[in-house]
């Protein structure tokens, strides 16, 4: 079915137009219809399947009468994380190009006073992770009581992230005689059970997987040693060999070792950048952005933190980690192979992660190839790591340079990839660009607020998180207070 017979206005049929889009996708030809006839929908669809212009479009269309009020969104976007929603909003401004709708985003790392503005002026789309948004309520500037459309994207997320609460908390303030929308990757009970709670009457849509990404990935396993050294070492000379790599996603399982990975792959003068959950907003966009248009080719990232990103053109995904949860197997990789495109994806495979690897081969249904052997050679430890000094100042490891070949369980060309950067131009960037904040000593909030969107997060699953022996890097201030100690006389 054409978009022109979905029942979308004008303006948005010419903003579709203009993005290129010549046909609805799946999800898109199934939900459109029912939202514009205002009914509620549950979506059982992730990211990649078209799922935001299956909710963006319509409302565009229902938005184009009726008028904003001060302090009273219209409609309400809730996603995970602000990566997610400022996806969002993008979609907002491309496909809203011909409407002149006011849309604001609540987001936690900007400052609150940006956005009461917005929401002072009226807000037809009011697009938030759910901290942000409740502190905006508990302050007292903001009423749900006009929301006309809630949409509630990626609730299996929230589940993970441990957000259901406020959301429960956000649909109570709601009016019950809203549209609501719903969309999960997957359906657990839990999940179902709030479907139940928060639905009436919907239509239930469901589409598969983007069943190309499978097919376009070539997918490799790569034996290494299981310290950090040897990974990095095995990780760069797989950057070296790779053949066509324009651009990469590294995923770490820890933040902790993002930051590190990150640091090293600058040292050895790759244009990187990081993305995990303690960076602050603006870093984040600016990383981002950087690795968008290709100043820096590399990504290192954490689950959390590039879920559900939308970056069309990734060549090549290297797992640093086997990852814990074999979904996210599936999510990693799927960040390459996308619309059709071929895509690379590697993953180290360390002694002692057999069993992950197992449930990441059980749940796709096969085994994944071995580049090279099964076991990893022997690692020469040496200055290769001389760059990977640990954060706050911890000692260099000592030893001669040039283990690193040895150490890689690929032979290394000495054709520089198109990621690695001459020297002399990585360390001008490096000076000119923002650091990121885990490079940079850790200071108080400005605001002196809670974190709430990544400290609820904190309470279940964040990878950024888990396996964090003792208290990490992070040394409690107490711990650093000289003791007294006192004597008897
Ligand atoms: P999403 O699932 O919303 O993250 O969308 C995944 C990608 O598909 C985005 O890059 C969209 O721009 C793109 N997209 C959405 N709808 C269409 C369509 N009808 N035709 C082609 N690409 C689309």
Known sequence: MPFDELGLSDKVLQAVGAAGYTQPTPIQEQ???????????????????????????????????????????????????????AQVEENFVRYGVNHKLSVALLIGGVSFNDQDVKINRGADVLIATPGRLLDHVERGKLLLTGVELLVIDEADRMLDMGFIPDIERIVKLTPFTRQTLFFSATMPPEIQRLSEKFLSNPVKIEVARPASAAQTITQRLVATGGDPASKRATLRGLIRD?????????????????????????????????????????????????????????????????????????????????????????????????????????????????????????????EIVWDGPRKAEPVARGADDEGERAPRGRSRRGGRRGSEEAASSRPSSSKPAPAQAAPERVAATRDERPQPRDAQPRTERPDHRPRRDADRGRSRRDEDTVESPGFGDHVPAFLLRPAVIKTRK
């Open 31 to 85: 939900a459109i219809p029912h939202v514009l006839a205002r009914r509620d929908v549950l979506g059982i669809a992730q990211t990649g399947t078209g799922k935001t212009a299956a909710f963006t479009l319509p409302m565009l269309t229902v938005l184009e009468t009726g008028r904003a009020r001060a302090r009273m969104p219209r409609t309400l976007i809730l996603e995970p994380t602000r990566e997610l929603a």
């Open 242 to 366: 790779a053949v066509d790599l324009q651009n990469a996603i590294i995923f770490c399982n820890r933040k902790r070792d993002v930051a590190v990975l990150h640091r090293s792959l600058e040292r050895h003068s790759f244009k990187a950048v990081a993305l995990h959950g303690d960076m602050d907003q603006r870093a984040r966009m600016i990383a981002l952005d950087q690795f968008r248009t290709g100043e820096a080719p590399i990504l290192v990232a954490s689950d959390v933190a590039a879920r559900g990103l939308d970056i069309p053109m990734v060549s090549h995904v290297f797992n640093y980690d086997v990852p814990h949860h074999s979904e996210d197997y599936v999510h990693r990789i799927g960040r390459t192979g996308r619309a059709g495109r071929s895509g690379a994806a590697f993953t180290l495979v360390a002694p002692g992660d057999e069993k992950s690897l197992g449930a990441i081969e059980k749940l796709i249904g096969g």
